[in-house]
């Protein structure tokens, strides 16, 4: 599997981003995958992961409601939608395979994903 994100950018706060994960390799459709971000001197953290089964999402508290995570299994891609977004959202995002517990994907922990992709840098500043 592998996995190519794009469509970060500067932006200022309150404005709108979408990015997309594209997915390639025999069974790319498989996977359960997850959106996460790491700003300047933190750690990795999780934003929000999908079921490539029945499309169902999660989301990290601090993004509920700004954010919402999408797939297109035409185009084996995951977006992630983010609106109103905050100078702290500054970050590398990355999107990642990720594994399911009871059925639902996780991502209490990056340390569990896997076939990460290199990333794509979003800055929010005025």
């Known amino acids: 599997l592998q996995l190519v994100e794009s469509g970060g950018g500067l932006v200022q706060p309150g404005a709108s981003l979408r990015l997309s994960c594209a997915a390639s390799?025999?069974?790319?459709?498989?996977?359960?995958i997850g959106w996460f971000r790491q700003a300047p001197g933190k750690e990795r953290e999780g934003v929000s992961c999908?079921?490539?089964?029945?499309?169902?999402?999660v989301y990290a508290d601090f993004v509920k409601g700004r954010f919402a995570i999408s797939k297109d299994n035409a185009k084996n891609t995951v977006y992630l939608q983010m609106n109103s977004l905050k100078p702290e959202d500054t970050a590398v995002f990355y999107c990642?395979?990720?594994?399911?517990?009871?059925?639902?994907?996780?991502?209490?922990?990056?340390?569990?994903?896997?076939?990460w992709g290199k990333g794509t840098q979003v800055t929010v500043s005025s």
């Open positions: 390799g025999a069974t790319s459709d498989y996977y359960n």
């Open positions: 999908i079921n490539s089964s029945d499309g169902r999402a």
């Open positions: 990642a395979a990720v594994g399911t517990v009871q059925g639902l994907c996780v991502i209490r922990d990056p340390i569990y994903a896997d076939y």
